[in-house]
């Protein structure tokens, strides 16, 4: 079988790639879209060829990071379906502007990628066929060259399309009409010369006019979205750099078996599988391929943390040592919460500099130690204290640095408190105050400025599918204003503080496509409410105990007046979009495929602010989509949760006419029982690096510690490999020829960064080059790699050299491959 596919290949009459799997574009981080280049660039370079074009035949809507993403590849253009409406462009072939001001040759495909589908032996029905794709796009051709995709969904491969091609030509021969059988990159070639006549698109492509984009999609099976950040989290900010760092010394770099580990994460990319509109066995099969991608993820956690631990030489004395490591390069604070053993009751912790610590222990239990070990000879007694102990962590670049557990020592009591009433927490940075209606007054203490009215919970019927949410057409709201059952303070400790707030509604207990039904259930909403010493946003985790079906949970954010935009970070950074789209009456009206209206996709946050730079954004865990609700004022509607009961509904409010997707049932995406949500509340101002506080809220911190350890490793107990200033990175890892390192920068900003630099340290490696996204080299004059001095050659190595961008634009990105020294 492979031997008759590498033939066909050959021949080019299969053309593999580019994608692993064609990805929905929004949902997927932007290091997973790269990885699915990757992993098919692999397979395709043993075949000898590949597709050499982003073709994107059904994916729902273009993310605006797409062509940067191409580019990266050296593919300058993508072939795809949904997205625009025909009056966003005068032909269907233009240049698309990514982010970044990337740019690619676009051609839309108006009537889909099966327009040839029907094209048969039989002449007749093939002029047929072509006679309503010339009417349709001739006139919409900028070079009169025309795409008949001959195949579909679920299609077999035409036998007799070459008879067909020669019985076209003979039939339309005095009409100048021509047809051959072609191939994508054949259609592009001959639209090269046509480019300068091109109009320009610029941004992400989200119409569903003519072919539905499933705007709504984001909030289907959110219990799988935050499996899949979840992962993908593990992989990027803490697999594959604690991997490479260790790899520094150990020159293992796994890369067969992490790469094993993305193919689990990126074959569930696949844009009807990540959209989660599929049949709950499908999902079932997700749900598995997370786990085997977990496994691979937490064994190599735990084997390059134990070789970590075994390679560094910690400080004589200083105590028994907790490893903190960080897979950013910028500079984050984080409360984390770390296992630690000790022989004494009493110790305490001390950073690097060796200032004390303060800390809260959560629980212990004593454990022997030659339980944990296997032995052919008896093992004495061994008995530790095991405690799960919280504190402020601080991290600066990508590496490690060493606090360490003193025994015996009295801990420092600090008498202070985060407490100021039942209802109230403060720090330097908040203020937090439930009030007696269940909604909470955020008080932002630097930029002096009040938000009422918060966190209130907004429910509504949901008449839709997995493809979409749409409320029935006689829908009502309920929201938590006036359910609030009970608050209570659960923690109060100098450094962090937790009050629990009950609310109790009563919502119908389902909905069909007309109406909310009359029975009633309740349904409970408990949420956690966290303030921390010194961070500048406030924690919200929420717990639901879904009882109802057909119904969605949003909670609202408001801001203080009625802007015109929003912001949003998406793969690469910072996205702006329009509260109020001038379209969505005329979707609603006339016959565009779903209703168009301010429903996003979202990555780390989305946010409001005023013209003076002030406003607030939300963070989030895994919970891809938030909504605008343009009223009196703006206000922010993050989805929760959003239950439904098939794959496929027909005659929706907000999607007339037919289903998408299959009539079938879907129990399990009516997620009943238990959830979890999990976002951030944090005031901003023009001045704050709000996209690194973002970051290392989604990107912990980690620390561990071992209850046996020695001091005989070679490297020093505090290391620096990577650092840099308002910048962000997607990956530190081995390349994949085995030979060096990448690391993958971009600017998240919505400015250009002017003369930015990264620092690099020069006692691990001796050289720097530019390379694209498929880890090939380039030139890139915006770069200038510096060597400021020798190579640190102290116990304690310092930061020497430096990557310097004399022009970082927007949302670009940066990749560069270090070799060891």
């Not at 490591?325 to 500079?331: N, P, R, T, V």
């Not at 966190?455 to 029935?472: K, L, M, Q, T």
């Not at 209570?488 to 389902?510: F, G």
């Amino acid at each position: 079988m492979e031997s008759t596919l590498k033939k066909y290949i050959c021949e080019g009459r299969i053309i593999p790639g580019p994608w692993y799997v064609q990805p929905d574009t929004f949902l997927p981080s932007g290091e997973s879209l790269i990885r699915n280049l990757l992993i098919s660039k692999h397979i395709s370079d043993s075949y000898g060829t590949s597709l050499n074009i982003g073709y994107l035949p059904d994916s729902f809507g273009q993310s605006s990071c797409i062509p940067t993403i191409l580019n990266g590849f050296d593919i300058n253009t993508v072939l795809f379906y949904r997205g625009i409406a025909d009056d966003d462009v005068k032909h269907n072939e233009f240049v698309w502007r990514g982010s970044g001001n990337s740019e690619v040759i676009a051609a839309w495909m108006p009537s889909g990628y099966g327009n040839g589908m029907f094209l048969s032996e039989d002449i007749e029905k093939n002029v047929t066929e072509v006679q309503k794709n010339l009417e349709f796009l001739e006139s919409r051709s900028i070079n009169g060259n025309i795409l008949l995709m001959s195949g579909s969904d679920q299609c077999y491969p035409k036998k007799h399309l070459v008879k067909a091609a020669k019985e076209l030509n003979s039939y339309y021969k005095d009409e100048q009409y021509s047809f051959r059988v072609s191939s994508p990159e054949e259609f592009f070639k001959d639209l090269l010369p046509f480019r300068n006549q091109m109009e320009v698109l610029t941004g992400e492509l989200r119409k569903g006019k003519h072919s539905r984009v499933h705007n709504s999609i984001g909030a289907t099976r959110l219990d799988i979205k935050r499996k899949n950040y979840d992962v993908e989290r593990k992989y990027e900010n803490l697999v594959e750099p604690l991997n490479a760092l260790v790899s520094l010394e150990k020159d293992i770099k796994n890369i067969d078996i992490i790469n094993r580990g993305w193919r689990y994460i990126v074959e569930n990319h696949a844009h009807d599988s990540i959209c989660n509109v599929c049949t709950d066995i499908i999902h079932k099969e997700m749900e598995m391929r997370i786990e085997y991608a977990d496994q691979i993820g937490d064994y190599l956690v735990d084997e390059n943390f134990q070789t970590l631990h075994s390679l560094i030489n910690y400080k004589d004395g200083a105590g028994r040592p907790i490893i903190i490591y960080s897979g950013f390069i910028g500079e984050t604070k984080e409360l984390i919460e770390v296992d630690v053993y000790s022989k004494s009751k009493n110790f305490t912790l001390v950073d690097e500099k060796g200032n004390e610590v303060y800390y809260i222990k959560e629980s212990c239990e004593q454990i022997n130690l030659k339980d944990l070990k296997v032995s052919l000879t008896p093992l004495p007694d061994d008995y530790y204290y095991k405690y799960k102990v919280k504190f402020i962590a601080k991290s600066k670049g990508i590496g490690y640095k060493t606090y360490y557990l003193r025994e015996s020592d009295d801990k420092k009591e600090i008498d202070e408190s985060l407490v100021k009433a039942n209802n109230i927490l403060e720090n330097s940075y908040i203020r937090v105050e439930v009030e007696n209606n269940g909604a909470i007054t955020i008080c932002d203490k630097i930029n002096n400025k009040v938000y009422k009215n918060q966190h209130i919970f907004r429910n509504n019927g949901n008449a839709g599918d997995e493809y979409d949410y749409s409320p029935p057409y006689e829908d009502y709201e309920i929201r938590s204003i006036d359910k609030l059952k009970s608050i209570k303070i659960t923690e109060d400790t100098p450094i962090t503080a937790s009050l629990e707030v009950k609310y109790t509604l009563k919502v119908p207990k389902t909905t069909n496509n007309k109406v909310r039904i009359k029975d009633m259930v309740e349904l409970d909403l408990l949420t956690v409410i966290t303030l921390t010493k010194g961070i500048k946003y406030v924690d919200f985790k929420t717990f639901i105990e879904n009882t109802a079906e057909n119904h969605r949970i949003q909670v609202l954010f408001k801001f203080d007046e009625k802007i015109d935009n929003n912001f949003a970070d998406n793969q690469f950074g910072e996205i702006v979009r329009e509260n109020v789209f001038e379209q969505t009456k005329e979707s609603e009206e006339s016959n565009w495929s779903e209703r168009y209206y301010p429903i996003f996709n979202q990555h780390k946050f989305s946010g409001l602010k005023s013209n003076d730079g002030t406003g607030f954004i939300i963070m989030n865990k895994g919970l891809p989509q938030y909504e605008i609700l343009q009223e009196e004022v703006t206000t922010l509607a993050i989805t929760l949760l959003s239950s439904v009961g098939y794959m496929g509904n027909e005659n929706l409010k907000y999607r007339k006419g037919r289903r998408s997707g299959a009539m079938c049932a879907t129990p399990d995406a009516q997620l009943l029982g238990n959830r979890v949500a999990e976002y951030a509340f944090m005031p901003i101002n023009k001045d704050l690096d709000y996209h690194s506080v973002a970051h290392g809220y989604t990107n912990k911190i980690t620390g561990i510690s071992y209850p046996e350890y020695e001091s005989q490793g070679v490297w020093s107990d505090c290391l620096t490999v990577i650092e840099g200033e308002n910048l962000l990175n997607s990956t530190f890892k081995c390349s994949e020829d085995g030979e060096g390192y990448v690391v993958r920068v971009f600017n998240p900003t919505k400015k250009t960064k002017e003369a930015i630099s990264l620092s690099y340290n020069r006692h691990l490696f001796k050289n720097i080059y530019n390379i694209n996204m498929a880890e090939q080299n380039i030139r890139d004059h915006n770069v200038k790699i510096l060597k400021t001095n020798n190579p640190d050659m102290s116990d304690s190595p310092k930061l020497s050299g430096e990557i310097k961008y004399s022009k970082f634009v927007s949302n670009d990105v940066k990749s560069h491959k270090f070799i060891k020294s």
